[in-house]
């Protein structure tokens, strides 16, 4: 009863520990896994001495195994085949040729810095191949990284994970069995991938059946379900193949997420929460079965193997698989300083520690060091600077620039052109030919498709773009249509113009934001445009003037004489939501009716293909007499 009580006592300080420090990472706003490692190492024997992971004996080797697949079945279930595409030669080097790098130069370092034999050293730099989804995930979620580098980043922690560790259980087995063939070595790497990839392309699509016409079982059923599938397939994969589980569970997670199951949202959320309680668990044990003694008797040369596996190694590696990718140089740099090692490389260091102690070998504790070394040096630093690094290097979302503007109108053409003489991109969709004509006349790329085909959206780049603007007739199908492109596509910025009231529709959880004004009347507007019947103005509001240049401006509005078009705020153009809050120092770009008529308007030189000229209107600059009059009468003396 008292073993038993221990275990217990052991796995309720484990959860408790790693769900405490999950907490304070989601309040402070830092990588979980920093404090994951921290607490850990801080109630291991090395620390206050409360958590005994040897206490669990082989069940921590299970739990390891059983955690690490719903945790790469979840990365899987992450993986968008749509957004994989537009960076698969990149994410394809990333996983072969830069796994090949980051071995050879991983080992190189190893042996010359660290001092360890080749065998131990390539041991360890095939451990170290891989990056962590559970840490790169969450860290992307946090910074709102540019959502190509996001994709390519996820991308190769998830797919990258299986490949490594399988790599590195075949570089232990060729250890362990004395085998120096490399023919026998790359065959024993392709069997399990290819073993693994298949019950995992077969159980994925089990798994999605079971979801799509299972309709006697409950959602919170299919979820569990889907669970057992999961540690049944990982176990069949081991069986027959040893190491090929890992495999296994990324692919099958994939294959589900891309058979369009009704209801995945439920089951991203169940096995989101089973992954924050593994990764916790798993981090937290492991942590305090570190031996922090052993980290510091590595010494110095250890210390410069890891530096060079950040800051030289992980660059070339990025050099050469990104080298003809439409990457700019400031994405590429990002993504040379993210590649923070995670559990998968812990729970293995920790995995074979154990095999070669048991087969005799030296060099099993000083492996798990320093992988644990590896993993603390690129957590700690790149994850608390990730942000930083990404706001100095303008990729996050918020600083993505061009628009996709769905509906080609006179009013559309207007704010292309803004973006186009900002050099920003800009692609108007629609099937109306005239006014694809005028587009394709001043240079502005068209598509002449309707916007609901998703590939549509695709091709026109709004994964890489700043603003999706619906800005058609119909306001229901501009609603639609930004719906689905927040939800598919997430762009930093969703607009659309529909006749809602935009209180009532922009909750937290609803990115479409009602563009211009409130029910604008894009046919009438439309119309003015075309007839010439408006005038195109800017103003800056200015700190002394600030609240009676606000009043007019909404005055105007509530009259439907005027519409902010545009604000340009810390030199950033963007299309005004209807719920604007104005500061200081914006400059605002508006259209004014100017309900002369026609004929007056054509005998002064005006027309149709005349274009509007931005300028100071008088009818925000100049005060209306009775406010001078009240302006004078204040700052009159008092008698």
């Known amino acids: 009863m008292e073993a038993s009580f221990e275990v217990t006592l052991q796995m309720v300080i484990t959860v408790v520990a790693g769900i405490s420090a999950q907490v304070l990472a989601a309040y402070f706003r830092v990588p979980s896994i920093v404090l994951l490692l921290f607490v850990g190492i801080f109630l291991g024997s090395d620390g206050i001495g409360l958590l005994h992971p040897q206490l669990l004996g082989t069940g921590l080797e299970v739990i390891v195994a059983l955690a690490t697949a719903i945790i790469l079945f979840e990365g899987g279930l992450n993986l968008d085949l ?4 537009r960076v698969s030669l990149s994410l394809q080097l990333l996983v072969t040729l830069g796994t090949l790098v980051t071995l050879i130069g991983g080992s190189m370092a190893a042996h010359w810095l660290g001092e360890f034999p080749w065998n131990i050293a390539f041991l360890y730099a095939s451990i170290v191949v891989v990056t962590g989804p559970t840490v790169v995930g969450p860290l992307l979620k946090q910074i709102n990284v540019d959502r190509q580098v996001a994709t390519l980043l996820e991308g190769e922690g998830v797919l990258i994970d299986p490949v490594g560790a399988i790599l590195a259980f075949v570089v232990l087995d060729t250890i362990v069995n004395g085998d120096g063939d490399p023919i026998n070595a790359i065959v024993g790497l392709v069997m399990r991938l290819g073993v693994g990839a298949a019950i995992g392309a077969v159980g994925g699509y089990v798994m999605s059946l079971i ?10 059923l299919k979820n ?33 997420a891309n058979s369009s199951v009704p209801e995945e949202r439920l089951l991203r959320s169940f096995k989101g929460q089973l992954t924050i309680l593994s990764v916790s668990v798993l981090f937290i044990l492991l942590a305090a079965d570190l031996s922090i003694a052993s980290v510091f008797a590595l010494g110095w040369g250890s210390l410069f193997t890891v530096l060079v596996l950040m800051f030289v190694v992980r660059p070339i590696n990025i050099l050469l698989c990104t080298g003809n990718s439409d990457l700019n140089w400031r994405q590429k740099l990002f993504l040379s300083w993210v590649a923070p090692r995670g559990i998968v490389s812990a729970s293995v260091a920790s995995l074979f520690a154990i095999l070669l102690t048991k087969h005799g070998i030296n060099g099993g504790d000083a492996i798990k060091a320093l992988v644990f070394l590896t993993i603390i040096m690129t957590v700690v630093c790149q994850g608390l600077t990730a942000g930083w690094v990404a706001r100095c290097l303008q990729i996050t979302s918020q600083d993505a620039k061009g628009a996709v503007i769905v509906g080609c109108n006179p009013l559309s053409l207007l704010i292309a052109r803004f973006f186009q003489e900002r050099g920003e991109n800009v692609v108007l969709i629609d099937t109306e030919p005239e006014f694809l004509a005028q587009a394709e006349a001043q240079n502005i790329r068209v598509i002449a498709s309707s916007a609901l085909d998703a590939e549509v ?29 927040a939800e598919e ?30 029910d604008l009347a894009i046919k009438t507007w439309n119309e003015y445009l075309s007839n010439g019947r408006v005038k195109l103005g800017t103003t800056t509001l200015n700190k002394a003037e600030f609240a009676t240049q606000k009043e007019r401006i909404q005055e105007k509005i509530r009259t439907g004489v005027l519409v902010p078009l545009l604000v340009e705020r810390a030199a950033r153009l963007q299309i005004t939501p209807a719920n604007q809050e104005w500061e200081v120092g914006d400059r605002i770009i508006y259209l004014l009716h100017d309900p002369r008529p026609n004929l007056l308007k054509r005998l002064s030189g005006a027309s149709q293909s ?8 008088p009818e925000l600059e100049e005060l209306p007499l009775t406010k001078l009059a009240q302006l004078s009468a204040s700052d009159a003396p008092a008698s």
């Open 82 to 85: 749509r957004e994989l595409g």
């Open 211 to 220: 979801f799509k016409r299972a309709n006697f079982l409950s959602f919170e």
């Open 224 to 256: 569990l379900v889907v669970l057992a599938v999961l540690w049944g397939l990982f176990t069949l994969a081991q069986m027959i193949r040893t190491e090929s589980g890992v495999m296994t569970t990324v692919v099958a997670g994939a294959v589900f």
């Open 457 to 485: 959206l695709e091709e026109a780049g709004l994964a890489s773009m700043g603003t999706f603007l619906a800005m058609t007739n119909n306001g229901e199908v501009n609603f639609v249509l930004a719906q689905r492109a």
């Open 489 to 518: 596509f997430n762009p930093p910025r969703v607009l659309a113009v529909f006749p809602r009231d935009p209180q009532a529709n922009n909750s937290a959880n609803n990115k479409v934001h009602q563009a211009f004004v409130s």
């Open 610 to 617: 005349t274009p509007l000229v931005l300028e100071k209107l």
